[in-house]
């Protein structure tokens, strides 16, 4: 009688195991599916670490720009030359500045 006391003890607690491994499955699950639904913090970082060497990259560009603009206007440029730099550098100028004033940021 010990044994099948000791053999239906068994199978429950094999019943019991699955159950704890059925629940801890479904957590799992549960928990995986929230993970993918919500950003990761390293990837956050990763985000905003791309998004600094992107702008950097910009700022790098428009230095560039501003290089070969120095370049063609120097003494001895012709006249239409120097009138369309001075046009658009001041064309330029007022765009960035309307663009940087705080209260027109929330218009554009």
């Known amino acids: 009688m010990d ?22 499955d479904e957590l799992y699950r549960e928990a995986g599916i929230t993970l993918l639904e919500e950003p990761d913090s390293s990837m956050e970082l990763m985000d905003t670490h791309s998004e600094d060497e992107d702008h950097i990259r910009k700022i790098k560009e428009f230095q560039d720009y501003l290089q070969k603009v120095k ?38």
Do not use: Q
């Not at 099948?4 to 801890?24: A, F, H, R």
């Not at 012709?78 to 765009?95: C, D």
């Open 3 to 24: 044994s099948l006391d000791t053999l239906g003890s068994s199978s429950k607690m094999t019943e019991e195991s699955d159950n704890i491994n059925n629940v801890m």
């Open 71 to 108: 370049i063609m206007i120097k003494p001895g440029c012709s006249e239409e030359v120097l009138k369309v730099a001075l046009n658009s550098m001041s064309s330029l100028v007022g765009i960035l500045a309307f663009m940087s004033y705080p209260k027109h940021r929330s218009l554009l």
